[in-house]
């Protein structure tokens, strides 16, 4: 495993999260034209890969993730067996490919439309060439540090990008040849502490409502569920107290990544928008 520390880790994690998110990239083609320059080497060609990111954030019980395990994955899609090695710009083979890692976060206060993060991206030994073919991926695991939240911080969202400097997929028939490979983003988000029951049994409380469990019953729903969620606190705003419509207001800031502020006009204008509005339902 490979580190890259991108902050000082400090204890102030919360709620102990196991994401496991895949986003798998459309096909990656390399193409390049000519014949080989060397007889030793397959003539270049097209070779289809598969490159996706995987991240898991770690941590123990009510801790909002300040390290992440990223694993890099490269799937040949053509038949065959490829060796993957560094290429270097010039050309010629490179002992330790390099790839380019960037992790941007934001935290979110929560209980006001409230978000401020960083961003860090630098290039990282990716290691010694390795094997690769269709159903047996090359695999490859960096572990990230972050800054540790501030202590009013309720949730974060961490997103993930990879590209490869120059890198040759070499089969016995066919090479890519030394293409830039690039990975589509990722992301991981995790609360500060797990919510005590849904955003619906929140609303039948009544009075003594904790705003902070509005935000978090919020935040963490399913992508699934999302415009539905997004609907009711928009159409709930009036009726909140200072407070709870405060955190509602982070929990839109955080669900859409909008910034609207505090203007219930805005936010009602928003959602007429949105094309999707009709599948949500009441």
């Given amino acids: 495993m490979l580190k890259l520390g991108l902050g000082k880790v400090t204890r102030s994690m919360a709620w102990g999260l196991s994401v496991l998110l895949l986003l798998s990239a459309p096909s990656c083609r390399a193409l390049f034209g000519g014949s080989s320059d060397s007889g030793?080497?397959?003539?270049?060609?097209?070779?289809?890969?598969l490159n996706t990111l995987e991240a898991r954030a770690g941590g123990g019980d009510d801790e909002i993730a300040t390290r992440l395990e990223l694993e890099v994955v490269i799937e040949p899609k053509t038949p065959g067996v490829f060796q993957v090695?560094?290429?270097r710009p010039g050309g010629g083979p490179l002992d330790d490919a390099l790839i380019?890692?960037?992790?941007?976060?934001?935290?979110?206060?929560?209980l006001s439309p409230t978000s401020f993060g960083g961003r860090k991206s630098r290039p990282t030994l990716f290691g010694?060439?390795?094997?690769?073919?269709?159903?047996?991926?090359?695999?490859?695991?960096f572990e990230i540090e972050l800054?540790?939240?501030?202590?009013?911080v309720l949730a974060?969202?961490?997103?993930?990008?990879?590209?490869?400097?120059?890198?040759?997929?070499?089969?016995?028939?066919?090479?890519?040849?030394?293409?830039?490979?690039?990975?589509?983003?990722?992301?991981?988000?995790?609360?500060?502490?797990?919510?005590?029951?849904?955003?619906?049994?929140?609303?039948?409380?009544?009075?003594?409502?904790?705003?902070?469990?509005?935000?978090l019953r919020a935040a963490s729903?399913?992508?699934?569920?999302?415009?539905?969620?997004?609907?009711?606190?928009?159409n709930s705003l009036a009726s909140l107290n200072a407070a709870e419509r405060e955190a509602g207001f982070?929990?839109?800031?955080?669900?859409?990544?909008?910034?609207?502020?505090?203007?219930?006009?805005?936010w009602e204008t928003w959602l007429l928008q949105q094309p999707n509005l009709e599948e949500a339902g009441p």
């Fill in 40 to 49: 030793e080497l397959p003539p270049v060609g097209v070779v289809e890969t």
């Fill in 85 to 87: 090695i560094g290429q």
């Fill in 100 to 110: 380019q890692l960037t992790v941007s976060w934001k935290d979110f206060v929560g």
């Fill in 128 to 141: 010694e060439s390795g094997e690769a073919s269709r159903g047996a991926p090359l695999r490859r695991l």
């Fill in 147 to 152: 800054d540790a939240p501030q202590p009013r």
């Fill in 156 to 215: 974060r969202r961490v997103e993930l990008s990879a590209r490869f400097h120059p890198l040759d997929v070499v089969g016995d028939e066919v090479r890519s040849a030394g293409s830039r490979m690039d990975f589509p983003p990722i992301a991981v988000e995790t609360v500060a502490r797990a919510p005590g029951g849904t955003l619906a049994e929140w609303f039948q409380e009544g009075e003594g409502r904790d705003p902070a469990e509005l935000f």
């Fill in 221 to 234: 729903s399913p992508p699934e569920r999302r415009l539905r969620v997004i609907q009711r606190l928009i």
């Fill in 250 to 266: 982070g929990a839109l800031h955080f669900l859409t990544g909008v910034t609207n502020g505090r203007s219930l006009y805005a």
